[in-house]
């Protein structure tokens, strides 16, 4: 599970963006030094469903957080980071990715990312399955 910041003007809007990024995401991952970026060609695959997502609160007008639920099928140099900054969702403090439209969040919670198990069959891709990923 991890923390992302969404744009939003109230939470209804960031709910709704929020519930935009669950689903199936394969991107190309390219790693440059102590980066990775999306790219069309030459890049590995990076598959990664996002199970859940639930806006917990605003940050700063027109920014909330969001807790979202990730299942990786791959295991690529930065795969989270660089897909849910590619989705519009950047982890929340990120020093590298970091901040809605490549800011880095003012305030709020530090970044947040680390691996839990979750029981989702293959069928419920893109599901909202109304688990509680709070942190």
């Known amino acids: 599970k991890a923390r992302v910041a969404i744009e939003g003007k109230d939470k209804a809007t960031a709910a709704a963006a929020a519930a935009g990024i669950v689903g199936m995401h394969k991107v190309y991952l390219k790693r440059k030094g102590k980066r990775a970026e999306v790219v069309r060609s030459g890049g590995k695959v990076a598959l990664t469903r996002v199970a859940a997502a639930a806006v917990s609160g605003e940050i700063t007008r027109g920014l909330w957080a969001a807790d979202v639920a990730l299942w990786l099928h791959t295991g690529r140099y930065h795969q989270i980071r660089v897909t849910m900054a590619h989705l ?31 029981p989702l069959p293959e069928d419920d891709v893109g599901v909202d399955l109304g688990l509680d990923v709070g942190l």
């Open 88 to 118: 519009g969702a950047p982890l929340l403090n990120d020093p590298l990715y970091g901040g809605a439209g490549g800011r880095k969040a003012k305030k709020g919670p530090t970044l947040v990312h680390e691996l839990c198990v979750l």
